[in-house]
């Protein structure tokens, strides 16, 4: 007997219809097995979002902490400045006062020598102050954010109404 493939064969107990039928089937599922995956990713990514964000206020207590000792290197350079040009215009003074005294015969050579190694010492105090002044100044406006130095003078001055604002709300 030869087999048709486009026949079926007969099987026993099981009826084909010729004519064309439809199935319908719904499926549904439950994560039994990965629902506690699922909130364990959940935990997972609330304790990382909480990490980030104790790492963002670290960052800006880092930044805050940085610019206040910015600052502070700001307000003792200046104040240094301003020492060390006294101690130059008090040595500038006292040369003059050394060279009458030398020219009346009154001090020594080396007396003069002093009073002029004094005035330059004073001299080289007073420009190593200002430069380090400018170092420590960029330093903080490089930390903040803006460069005064660049900034027009409504700028400077609504930057320092800004400051003094901020600085008494501290």
Same mark, same amino acid.
């Given at each position: ?6 026949e ?9 219809s010729p ?11 439950f ?6 995956f699922?909130?364990?990713q ?22 805050e902490l940085?610019?206040?000792a ?7 350079s200046?104040?240094? *400045?301003?020492?060390?040009?006294? &101690?130059?215009?008090s /040595? #500038?003074? !006292?040369?003059? +006062?050394?060279q009458?005294l ?9 007396s *003069?020598?002093?009073?002029?190694? &004094?005035?330059?010492? /004073? #001299?080289? !105090?007073?420009? +190593?102050?200002?430069y380090?002044?400018?170092i ?33 709300n501290?």
């Open positions: 007997s030869t087999v048709n493939p486009a079926s064969l007969p099987v026993p107990g099981l009826e084909i004519e064309p039928g439809w199935n319908v089937a719904f499926v549904a599922s994560p039994i097995f990965t629902g506690g699922n909130r364990n959940k935990q997972k990514s609330q304790i990382e979002l909480s990490q980030l964000q104790d790492q963002q206020k670290d960052i800006h207590n880092k930044l940085q610019v206040r910015n600052l502070e290197n700001v307000v003792t200046f104040r240094n *400045l301003q020492l060390n040009n006294l &101690a130059a215009q /040595a #500038e003074k !006292n040369i003059v +006062i050394v009458d030398y020219n009346q015969g009154l001090v020594s050579i080396t *003069l020598i002093d009073a002029q190694n &004094a005035f330059l010492s /004073a #001299e080289i !105090n007073a420009a +190593i102050s200002m380090q002044f400018i420590y100044f960029f330093t903080l406006e490089r930390s903040i954010g803006e460069y005064l130095t660049l900034a027009t003078d409504d700028q400077r001055t609504d930057f320092i109404g800004r400051f003094l604002q901020f600085q008494s501290e």
